[in-house]
């Protein structure tokens, strides 16, 4: 493999890597914090993020250790799609679970862009079987 074949799947591992530390960090928060740091209803929907994170998260290390060929242009938009909806996603849940208040559509889009990019991986692997 080239340099630039091994891009994908290492920027795939770092980032999952960072996202799996990052997602415990999180995890401490929401067991430890005060009620008093929170929105109402914040913890739950804290953790119900870090659940998110931490599962993507191993996704992506995943795809990152399980990659033996340059990926096709389909299992790159899949993968990169997930760590973009991962972080728009977590990102959007913990500010409105930190603030009570909600970050217009990024949530939203993040979940659905995690949703099209399963759909995406589903179609690459089923195209590659």
């Not at 591992?13 to 109402?40: E, K, N, Y």
């Amino acid at each position: 493999m080239t340099l630039n074949t091994c891009f994908i799947p290492r920027l795939w591992r770092i980032c999952g890597a960072l996202l799996a530390a990052s997602g415990t960090i999180m995890g401490a928060l929401t067991a430890h914090l005060p009620d008093t740091r929170f929105a109402q209803g914040g913890r739950a929907m804290a953790h119900n993020a870090m659940e998110v994170q931490m599962w993507h998260a191993l996704t992506l290390v995943v795809l990152g250790l399980t990659l033996t060929q340059r990926p096709t242009r389909l299992l790159a938009a899949g993968g990169c799609g997930l760590l973009l909806g991962t972080l728009l996603f977590c990102g959007g849940v913990y500010y409105t679970a930190f603030t009570g208040q909600h970050a217009a559509h990024i949530a939203p889009t993040g979940g659905s862009l995690l949703i099209v990019s399963w759909c995406v991986l589903a179609a690459s692997w089923a195209k590659r079987a």
